[in-house]
C-alpha cells in the first residue's frame, strides 16, 4: 500500500495493526474516564490538555507519513462532549478524540514532524510540542565561509567564520574523546576543500560535509595535557577551544533551574538560564562530566544535590553549585557514556547515551561520518506484540512489500525511540534468529537457518550444472606479463579458494577452485610467452577479464640521487722552545772551566777542558744576527723546553749571548694553523620498473692490512669502498611516488695509521611528488679536540707558565646530505 493512497486506508490499517497490538496487552490497572481534551497556543508550542476522573493508562505511537501522533487509553472510557478540536494551521492543526472496543484513541495531526514531551500529573496529561519554526527562522541557516586553527598558549582554538553561526547547533564527542562532531541543521559550507590538515597542539584534522540536512564538521584531536572544551557563538564567528581555556569576559547570567529527564537507557541534563547562548565549558574527568557555566550566578534554592540511583539509565548524581564566578554541574555517571549537547537560546541540554547503544546506533560500530542506516526515524513501544505485526508495520513505513514464511513467529517487547526504521528492521530479525533477501521492493523473511540451507540447495544444483557445461581451449598470447606469473596467480587462487570453503561456518560457493572451475587445466608456453586454458567458457572469460587489467606496461621511474660530502677542518697549535748556557772560568788547571746549559750532544768541549753539563754556544761573528730577532745559525743545539707546536706553520727564534760565551740563550716561539674545506658530490642515477628494486654502486677495492705475528705473516684484503644506492619505487594514483631507499657510501680512512673504511648509510621510505626533490636525510659529524703539553708544575705558574707548554687544538666537521628527486618517464599506457 503506498503512503499516499488516502488517510482512510491507512487509519484503516492502523487499526487493525492497533487492535492485534492492544489484545497482547494485559489488562489495565486503571480504567478512567476523560472527561476534557483541550489545545492551547503559545510561543514555545502548543499545549493538549487530557484531564480524566483518575490517572490514565496509556501509549504513544510517533508515526511520520503523514505526521502524526497516536494516543491510546485501554479500557478507558471518554465523555460525550469532548469532540475534535481544529488547530490554528501550525503545529497541531487537528486533534480527533474516538473510543472503540479497546477504549479511548487520539489521534493528533501534525503540520510537520515536532519534537514533544508528556507531563504526567495527578489526573491529567499535557503534551508539550516543540515550537513551529519561523518562515524567517528556517531560513536562518548557518554558513561557514572561512575555517582557521591556531594555537594560543596551552590552548586551541577552531575559529569558524561566516553567517548566522549562532544557529541551532549539536556537538558531541566519541571515539573515546578523540573526535568532536558539530553539526549545523540545515547548514552550509562555501570552503574550497573538505578535509584540512594542521599541525597544532590539539587539532590533527578537520573534515566538512553535508548529508541529510546537515553541515558536519569531524575534528581529529590530539590528547595533549589538559584538554577542557569550550564553544562561543556568535552571527559572525563561531569559535570551539580546546585545552587550558581561558576564562573570557561575558555578561552575567543567571542559572535558573538543572533539570534531569529519564528516557529508558538515556538520560538528558537541560540547564535553563536567563540569557541566550550563555559559555558553556564541558570537560570530562573519569566517571564525570563537568559543565561550568561561566560568570554565573545560581537562582535560590538550585544549589542542590540530586540523586538518581533510583532511576534506570547511566547517571547517578548531579551536583550544582557556586565556583568562583561561575556556576558548575557535576554529572556522575555509572557507565561508559558518549555525550551529546545542544545549545538552543537560553536552554543548554545535554544528552547522555551509553556505549553500546550509540554504537548500535550508528551501525554495528562504523565511523560517525557513515550515515549506515537511510531510513525514516520511527519510534515504537510494544508489550508482547505479534513480530508479523511489527514487521507489517515496518512495511508500512518502509513502502517495502514483505513476504513472510510460516515458520516466522513469536512475540516482541520492544522500545525504540527516533531509530531508522531499516535498523528497527535488523534489531527485530536479528532478536528472533531471522533473516532476509530482498529482491527490488519485495523483502523475504525467513529463519536463518532456512534461507542458509535454501542456499545451499542452490550452490548444490550450481555445482551439477556446472559438470555438465562443455569445456573450450583458448589460446591467450601475453604482451607484458610473464606466462608463469599468470600460471602462478591462478594456482595460488584456487589453492585460497579451496582453504577459504574449509573455513567452519563459511557460506560454501558454487566452486571452490577460484577463478578456474575443478575441471579446467592450463600450460603455457615461454618461448611465445602464450597460455592455453582449457575450462568452462565462463571461467574462460573469468580469466580473460584478469589478463585484460593485468597485462599492461609497466611505469618505469628514473631516480636521480645527488649525494654531497661537505668537510671543513681546523687545527690550532702553539708552542715554545728554549734553553741556554752559562760558562765561567775557574782560574785553576783542572777544572779549568765550568759550562752549565743545553746542546745537542749532552756534552762539549769548551777552551780545552771538557764539561760535564750541556751547552748551546755563540760566536761573535753572528751575535748581531741572532740579537736581532734571526733564526740562530748553530744547528743541532738542545733546549731545555722542547715543546713546539705540531704541523707545519711558522716559528720565531731569538739567541741571546755574551761575546765571551760566558752566558748563552736560545728561545723558539712556534705556532701553526690549517684551515681547509672540501666537497664531493656523487650523482649517481637509475631507471627502474614500478615496484621492482634497482640497484646502482660505484667505487674502488681498498687493500686492508692485517698484522701478522711470529707465525702468521701479515696479509692483505681487497675491501670495497664503494657508494652504493638501492631503491624500490612505487607510483601512487595520485601520481607521486612512494620510495624504499637504502644509500650506503663507504670511502677509505685512515685509523692510527692503519687504512680502514668509514661507512655512512641512510635507510628510509618517503613519499614525493612526481619531479620533486626532497632531502632523505644527512649525517654530520665534529670532532673537536683540545691537547696539552706542558713540564709539571712550572707550566701553572702565571704568565711564566707559558714557556713550559705547548697546546693544540682542533675543529673537524663533515655533513653528508643526500638529495632524491623520482621522475615517472611517461610513454604508452600499452591500455
Known amino acids: 500500500m503506498k503512503k499516499n493512497n488516502g488517510s482512510y486506508a491507512l487509519c484503516s490499517w492502523l487499526k487493525a495493526c492497533f487492535l492485534v497490538s492492544m489484545l497482547?496487552?494485559?489488562?489495565?490497572?486503571?480504567?478512567?474516564?476523560?472527561?476534557?481534551?483541550?489545545?492551547?497556543?503559545?510561543?514555545?508550542?502548543?499545549?493538549?490538555?487530557?484531564?480524566?476522573?483518575?490517572?490514565?493508562?496509556?501509549?504513544?505511537f510517533d508515526l511520520n507519513e503523514p505526521p502524526r501522533l497516536v494516543m491510546t487509553f485501554p479500557n478507558a472510557d471518554i465523555d460525550a462532549a469532548v469532540v475534535a478540536i481544529k488547530g490554528a494551521g501550525?503545529?497541531?492543526?487537528?486533534?480527533?478524540?474516538?473510543?472503540?472496543?479497546?477504549?479511548v484513541r487520539i489521534e493528533i495531526a501534525l503540520s510537520e514532524s515536532l519534537s514533544y514531551e508528556v507531563d504526567e500529573q495527578a489526573q491529567s496529561l499535557v503534551v508539550h510540542f516543540q515550537a513551529v519554526k519561523s518562515k524567517q527562522a528556517v531560513?536562518?541557516?548557518?554558513?561557514?565561509?572561512?575555517?582557521?586553527?591556531?594555537?594560543?598558549?596551552?590552548?586551541?582554538?577552531?575559529?569558524?567564520?561566516?553567517?548566522?553561526?549562532?544557529?541551532?547547533?549539536?556537538?558531541?564527542?566519541?571515539?573515546?574523546?578523540?573526535?568532536?562532531?558539530?553539526?549545523?541543521?540545515?547548514?552550509?559550507?562555501?570552503?574550497?576543500?573538505?578535509?584540512f590538515q594542521f599541525s597544532s597542539q590539539r587539532v590533527k584534522a578537520i573534515t566538512v560535509g553535508e548529508a541529510e540536512d546537515r553541515l558536519r564538521l569531524v575534528v581529529d584531536l590530539n590528547h595533549v595535557g589538559q584538554m577542557e572544551q569550550q564553544i562561543e557563538a556568535s552571527p559572525e564567528q563561531f569559535v570551539i577551544r580546546f585545552g587550558q581555556v581561558e576564562h573570557i569576559e561575558t555578561g552575567s547570567a543567571k542559572v535558573e533551574s538543572v533539570d534531569f529527564q529519564p528516557n529508558g537507557r538515556l538520560a538528558r541534563v537541560m540547564i535553563r538560564t536567563d540569557v541566550t547562548n550563555p559559555v558553556v565549558l564541558v570537560s570530562d574527568d573519569e566517571g564525570k562530566t563537568i559543565i561550568d557555566i561561566k560568570?554565573?550566578?545560581?537562582?535560590?534554592?538550585?544549589?542542590?544535590?540530586?540523586?538518581?540511583?533510583?532511576?534506570?539509565?547511566?547517571?547517578?548524581?548531579?551536583?550544582?553549585?557556586?565556583?568562583?564566578?561561575?556556576?558548575?554541574?557535576?554529572?556522575?555517571?555509572?557507565?561508559?557514556?558518549?555525550?551529546?549537547?545542544?545549545?538552543?537560546?537560553?536552554?543548554?541540554?545535554?544528552?547522555?547515551?551509553?556505549?553500546?547503544?550509540?554504537?548500535?546506533?550508528?551501525?554495528?560500530?562504523?565511523?560517525?561520518?557513515e550515515f549506515t542506516y537511510k531510513g525514516e526515524k520511527v519510534t515504537f513501544d510494544f508489550k508482547d506484540i505479534d513480530i508479523r505485526n511489527a514487521l507489517k508495520l515496518i512495511a508500512e513505513m518502509s513502502d517495502l512489500?514483505?513476504?513472510?514464511?510460516?515458520?516466522?513467529?513469536?512475540?516482541?517487547?520492544?522500545?525504540?525511540?527516533?531509530?531508522?526504521w531499516d535498523q528497527a528492521l535488523e534489531l527485530i530479525l536479528s532478536a528472533r534468529g531471522l533473516g532476509k533477501e530482498q529482491a527490488g521492493n519485495v523483502l523475504r523473511v525467513a529463519p536463518v537457518e532456512v534461507l542458509r540451507s535454501e542456499y545451499e540447495s542452490k550452490i548444490e544444483a550450481r555445482k551439477g550444472s556446472l559438470q555438465l557445461e562443455p569445456l573450450v581451449t583458448e589460446f591467450i598470447t601475453l604482451s607484458y606479463t610473464k606466462v608463469e606469473d599468470v600460471k602462478t596467480m591462478l594456482k595460488d587462487a584456487s589453492k585460497t579458494a579451496k582453504k577459504g570453503a574449509k573455513v567452519e561456518g563459511a557460506m560454501p560457493s558454487a566452486d571452490n577452485s577460484g577463478l578456474m572451475s575443478s575441471r579446467g587445466s592450463i600450460l603455457i608456453d615461454k618461448r611465445t610467452n602464450t597460455i592455453i586454458i582449457k575450462d568452462t567458457l565462463s571461467a574462460i572469460n573469468n580469466i580473460k577479464r584478469l589478463i585484460k587489467a593485468i597485462d599492461t606496461p609497466i611505469k618505469q621511474v628514473l631516480i636521480e640521487?645527488?649525494?654531497?660530502?661537505?668537510?671543513?677542518?681546523?687545527?690550532?697549535?702553539?708552542?715554545?722552545?728554549?734553553?741556554?748556557?752559562?760558562?765561567?772560568?775557574?782560574?785553576?788547571?783542572?777544572?779549568?772551566?765550568?759550562?752549565?746549559?743545553?746542546?745537542?750532544?749532552?756534552?762539549?768541549?769548551?777552551?780545552?777542558a771538557t764539561t760535564g753539563g750541556v751547552q748551546s754556544s755563540i760566536t761573535?761573528?753572528?751575535?748581531?744576527?741572532?740579537?736581532?730577532?734571526?733564526?740562530?745559525?748553530?744547528?743541532?743545539?738542545?733546549?731545555?723546553?722542547?715543546?713546539?707546536?705540531?704541523?707545519?706553520?711558522?716559528?720565531?727564534?731569538f739567541s741571546l749571548g755574551s761575546f765571551s760565551n760566558a752566558i748563552n740563550l736560545d728561545l723558539e716561539l712556534s705556532a701553526a694553523q690549517a684551515d681547509g674545506t672540501a666537497k664531493i658530490v656523487s650523482n649517481p642515477r637509475i631507471v627502474t620498473s614500478n615496484l621492482k628494486q634497482a640497484s646502482v654502486t660505484q667505487g674502488s677495492l681498498v687493500p686492508i692490512v692485517t698484522p701478522g705475528s711470529a707465525n702468521n705473516p701479515a696479509t692483505t684484503t681487497l675491501t670495497k669502498a664503494a657508494l652504493t644506492l638501492d631503491v624500490t619505487p612505487q607510483i601512487t594514483a595520485d601520481g607521486g611516488v612512494i620510495l624504499d631507499i637504502v644509500v650506503t657510501k663507504d670511502s677509505p680512512a685512515t685509523f692510527n695509521g692503519a687504512t680502514g673504511i668509514d661507512s655512512k648509510a641512510v635507510t628510509t621510505n618517503v613519499y614525493v611528488k612526481n619531479g620533486e626533490t626532497i632531502?632523505?636525510?644527512?649525517?654530520?659529524?665534529?670532532?673537536k679536540a683540545f691537547d696539552k703539553t706542558s713540564v709539571p708544575y712550572l707550566s701553572e705558574i702565571p704568565v711564566l707558565g707559558w714557556l713550559f707548554k705547548s697546546e693544540t687544538k682542533r675543529d673537524n666537521k663533515t655533513e653528508l646530505l643526500i638529495f632524491i628527486t623520482p621522475k615517472i618517464m611517461q610513454g604508452k599506457s600499452g591500455v
Request: avoid cysteine.
Open 24 to 60: 497482547m496487552i494485559t489488562s489495565a490497572s486503571w480504567a478512567g474516564t476523560i472527561s476534557n481534551v483541550s489545545l492551547l497556543d503559545s510561543k514555545d508550542g502548543d499545549m493538549l490538555i487530557i484531564e480524566s476522573d483518575e490517572p490514565l493508562e496509556y501509549q504513544i
Open 90 to 103: 501550525a503545529g497541531v492543526t487537528n486533534v480527533f478524540p474516538k473510543k472503540n472496543e479497546l477504549g
Open 139 to 195: 531560513g536562518n541557516k548557518a554558513v561557514v565561509k572561512k575555517l582557521q586553527v591556531k594555537d594560543k598558549g596551552d590552548m586551541t582554538e577552531v575559529v569558524l567564520k561566516g553567517f548566522n553561526l549562532d544557529a541551532s547547533h549539536n556537538s558531541f564527542l566519541t571515539n573515546k574523546n578523540r573526535t568532536l562532531v558539530v553539526d549545523f541543521w540545515g547548514g552550509k559550507s562555501q570552503l574550497n576543500k573538505e578535509r
Open 295 to 369: 560568570n554565573a550566578s545560581l537562582k535560590q534554592g538550585q544549589e542542590r544535590t540530586q540523586d538518581l540511583r533510583a532511576f534506570a539509565g547511566p547517571l547517578s548524581q548531579i551536583d550544582t553549585y557556586k565556583n568562583g564566578e561561575n556556576v558548575r554541574i557535576v554529572v556522575r555517571t555509572r557507565e561508559t557514556v558518549e555525550t551529546t549537547s545542544f545549545q538552543q537560546g537560553n536552554v543548554f541540554t545535554m544528552n547522555f547515551v551509553p556505549e553500546e547503544v550509540a554504537v548500535s546506533t550508528r551501525g554495528k560500530g562504523k565511523g560517525d561520518s
Open 401 to 420: 512489500n514483505i513476504i513472510m514464511s510460516d515458520d516466522v513467529t513469536g512475540t516482541l517487547t520492544m522500545r525504540l525511540v527516533d531509530v531508522p
Open 561 to 608: 640521487a645527488r649525494i654531497v660530502e661537505a668537510s671543513d677542518q681546523f687545527t690550532h697549535s702553539i708552542g715554545v722552545r728554549w734553553g741556554g748556557s752559562v760558562n765561567r772560568s775557574t782560574n785553576t788547571n783542572f777544572p779549568g772551566a765550568v759550562a752549565i746549559g743545553s746542546t745537542a750532544t749532552g756534552g762539549v768541549t769548551t777552551g780545552g
Open 620 to 653: 761573535a761573528s753572528n751575535a748581531n744576527a741572532i740579537l736581532a730577532g734571526g733564526q740562530t745559525a748553530a744547528t743541532g743545539r738542545g733546549f731545555l723546553v722542547d715543546l713546539p707546536a705540531t704541523g707545519n706553520g711558522g716559528s720565531i727564534g
Open 775 to 783: 632531502v632523505i636525510g644527512g649525517v654530520y659529524t665534529r670532532e
